[in-house]
């Protein structure tokens, strides 16, 4: 009976290493940039995840004095206060919130086409 002396195998967790990375609760805070489609072509920008203590609307007039575009601030239920610009300014964004010192390069998801 020495022959069924099995060791079992104890269960391994593939992902274990990188949810104790993440274990800190909003450690990688993104702040997402993308684009709505309207009528025709014309088109929105939106700006979500911004850290609280930021003043959402002296950011917002920076963007549109920078930028020559209208937008907004609307309070969405689901994800608080977000930033809205008329056109696509994808890329005018990120390059902003990047050289003002708002959000590192890293925490920054672009969405849309």
Do not use: W
């Amino acid at each position: 009976m020495s022959d069924l002396d099995v060791q079992i195998p104890t269960t391994f967790d593939p992902f274990a290493d990188a949810n104790a990375e993440d274990s800190g609760a909003g450690a990688k805070e993104y702040v997402h940039i993308r684009i709505q489609q309207r009528n025709g072509r014309k088109s929105l920008t939106t700006v979500q995840g911004l850290k609280k203590e930021f003043s959402y609307n002296k950011i917002l007039k920076d963007l549109k004095k920078e930028f020559c575009c209208n937008g907004t601030v609307v309070q969405d239920p689901e994800l608080g206060q977000v930033i809205q610009l008329q056109g696509d300014q994808r890329k005018n964004v990120s390059t902003f919130l990047v050289q003002a010192g708002i959000v590192k390069k890293d925490n920054i998801k672009i969405h849309g086409f």
